[in-house]
């Protein structure tokens, strides 16, 4: 049966949607452009922006940009942002993002001329990833096909193509009948109770897509941008640019970014599945997670001996010690040992890069957690703030938000866990 297809009123009165003011990353899922795309972890934009407002910074920095929050908020506050992100998927999704105050009515164009598209073609599905047939039923999966090789056929990297490819990818999930975990992750065998139709969804996200552009503040003076690079260098980032950094780097609980968009990318036939995220993502990445260090995969002495981890030397290495001789006795044998020492390794560089590319004065925010793999104890942030003045800031604090496993449902070990704001300045 033939989707009915929809045209949108490009002359309609702007709704604002409801706006979520809680200081959670929960809000954002409510807020205005922030919607279109739920990435892992983050912070809420409202505090962020708040932020900048209360300081009075003039440019920020976002070395983790993930998809776009604090680059949003600058924005929202009057402030100049460059952001950082080395996950060229997510990359994608905060360029389009900064695409919000284009012309709503290109938008609309292109969203006729692929719906146009679709109706005209049929669903292909046997060739769709392993992943991709288990997520979605054969009627939901053609007519998404339809809809992914009408966005193929009509592309010219236009800012109304980029946010139409944006909308395909907000609706992957609403119309799949899995479940998903608690961030991001996929769990076919889990099913949801509510599954949209996908021209459905993709109508109902067009009408977000366009009532969120026509209810954001054009652009001032300032302007926001996002690079493709990695945090530990910040290549393209000036000398000095930053007054305020404000960013939630991974954590080293052994979290798998890149497996975070899977769905997405096999979706898009970027990859075929879960071996081709080394590859296409993760060797791009912070390590913080076993999958980026197979075993023997890096000289640990010579790391834990680095100047990088000087500050740090005799903890760090009693951690890594420790955790090496328990994974003996695992089943799994996971190395965290290496992932602990890697992790801290490539956050020095990238305290090292932010001395660069701040101001004097700069302050800096890192929302964050600590870890405790195998049940050892990491007190990440005072070696985070530990780092940061080994690379030339002043001083650090802690700000304490709330904790985390307290209620002894992780089997894997009875480690009171915290997470909060770790403040840089100098």
């Known amino acids: 049966m033939m989707a009915q297809l929809h045209f949108f009123d490009i002359d309609a009165p702007e709704r604002k949607p409801t706006v979520d003011v809680s200081s959670t990353f929960a809000g954002n899922?409510?807020?205005?452009?922030?919607?279109?795309?739920?990435?892992?972890?983050?912070?809420?934009?409202?505090?962020?922006?708040?932020?900048?407002?209360?300081t009075g910074a003039r440019s920020v920095l976002d070395p983790f940009a993930g998809s776009g929050t604090t680059l949003l908020a600058a924005e929202d506050a009057g402030a100049d942002a460059v952001g950082v992100e080395a996950h060229p998927f997510i990359f994608r999704v905060a360029s389009a993002k900064l695409l919000r105050h284009s012309d709503v009515r290109d938008y609309l164009a292109k969203i006729?001329?692929?719906?146009?598209?679709?109706?005209?073609?049929?669903?292909?599905?046997?060739?769709?990833?392993?992943?991709?047939?288990?997520?979605?039923?054969?009627?939901?999966?053609?007519?998404?096909?339809?809809?992914?090789?009408?966005?193929?056929?009509?592309?010219?990297?236009?800012?109304?193509?980029?946010?139409?490819?944006?909308?395909?990818?907000?609706?992957?999930?609403?119309?799949?009948?899995?479940?998903?975990?608690?961030?991001?992750?996929?769990?076919?065998?889990?099913?949801?109770?509510?599954?949209?139709?996908?021209?459905?969804?993709?109508?109902?996200?067009?009408?977000?897509?366009?009532?969120?552009?026509?209810?954001?503040?054009?652009?001032?003076?300032?302007?926001?941008?996002?690079?493709l690079g990695d945090a530990r260098s910040l290549t393209g980032v000036p000398d000095g640019f930053a007054q305020l950094v404000v960013t939630s780097p991974p954590y080293p609980n052994n979290y798998d970014y890149a497996d975070a968009t899977r769905l997405e990318m096999s979706f898009f036939k970027e990859i075929n599945g879960w071996g081709d995220l080394q590859g296409a993502v993760r060797q791009f990445l912070v390590r913080a997670c076993s999958q980026h260090v197979p075993e023997r995969s890096v000289n640990a002495r010579e790391l834990l001996e680095s100047k990088e981890l000087r500050p740090i030397c005799d903890e760090i290495t009693r951690v890594h010690d420790e955790l090496a001789t328990i994974r003996e006795t695992k089943g799994g044998k996971k190395t965290y040992h290496l992932m602990i020492t890697c992790y801290f390794y490539d956050l020095a560089q990238v305290w090292f890069a932010l001395r660069r590319t701040c101001t004097p004065g700069a302050r800096v925010c890192f929302v964050v957690g600590d870890s405790a793999p195998y049940g050892v104890y990491v007190p990440v942030m005072e070696w985070l703030g530990r780092l940061a003045l080994a690379s030339g800031f002043r001083t650090y604090r802690f700000e304490r938000t709330r904790d985390r496993n307290v209620k002894w449902k992780n089997r894997k070990h009875r480690v009171p866990l915290c997470e909060g704001r770790l403040w840089v300045e100098g």
Not at 115 to 131: I, T
Not at 133 to 162: P, Y
């Open 29 to 54: 899922a409510r807020l205005p452009v922030h919607r279109w795309f739920r990435y892992s972890a983050g912070f809420s934009a409202t505090w962020a922006e708040n932020l900048i407002r209360e």
């Open 112 to 227: 006729h001329e692929i719906r146009e598209e679709a109706e005209l073609r049929e669903g292909h599905v046997a060739e769709y990833p392993p992943l991709v047939q288990k997520c979605f039923s054969q009627h939901s999966l053609e007519q998404l096909d339809r809809l992914r090789a009408a966005l193929e056929q009509t592309r010219d990297d236009s800012a109304a193509w980029q946010l139409a490819w944006l909308t395909m990818v907000s609706i992957l999930r609403p119309s799949s009948h899995v479940g998903t975990a608690q961030w991001q992750y996929v769990l076919p065998r889990k099913e949801k109770k509510r599954v949209a139709e996908p021209f459905a969804a993709f109508d109902s996200m067009v009408n977000t897509f366009a009532g969120d552009m026509r209810a954001s503040q054009p652009p001032g003076r300032s302007s926001a941008q996002v690079l």
